[in-house]
């Protein structure tokens, strides 16, 4: 099975930005969507971007565009989440998963995907 592994979280400032980076362990990777979701102290998880195996579509929480951009490098089995202009409210541990459409279920919670072990992201005002 496919192991996912977030890299990139830390402290940040209010506005300023982090890249993560979300790790596969195999080359399947490659065939699927994928999405970052966070979860935040005291609430759900929730979904934040995903990306179609090819890098050709894209699709954000609507709170977050703008701000947020999801991308992938295939030939590094890795997708990235780059985010700016953070806030305090950005403040979770922040998930990869592999996903699997149609687009309503990959922007959807499900435990029975493979998830990543989570990268805590601070945002201190």
């Known amino acids: 099975q496919v192991q996912l592994v977030e890299s990139g979280g830390g402290l940040v400032q209010a506005g300023g930005s982090l890249r993560l980076s979300c790790a596969a362990s195999e080359r399947s990777f490659r065939n699927y969507w994928m999405g970052w979701f966070r979860q935040a102290p005291g609430k759900e998880r929730e979904f934040v971007a995903a990306?179609?195996?090819?890098?050709?579509?894209?699709y954000y929480a609507d709170s977050l565009k703008g701000r947020f951009t999801i991308s992938r490098d295939n030939a590094k089995n890795t997708v990235y989440l780059q985010m700016n202009s953070l806030n305090p409210e950005d403040t979770a541990v922040y998930y990869c998963?592999?996903?699997?459409?149609?687009?309503?279920?990959?922007?959807?919670?499900?435990?029975?995907?493979?998830w990543g072990q989570g990268t805590q992201v601070t945002v201190s005002s």
């Open positions: 990306i179609t195996w090819s890098g050709s579509s894209t």
């Open positions: 998963a592999i996903k699997v459409g149609p687009i309503a279920r990959v922007v959807s919670d499900y435990e029975t995907d493979t």
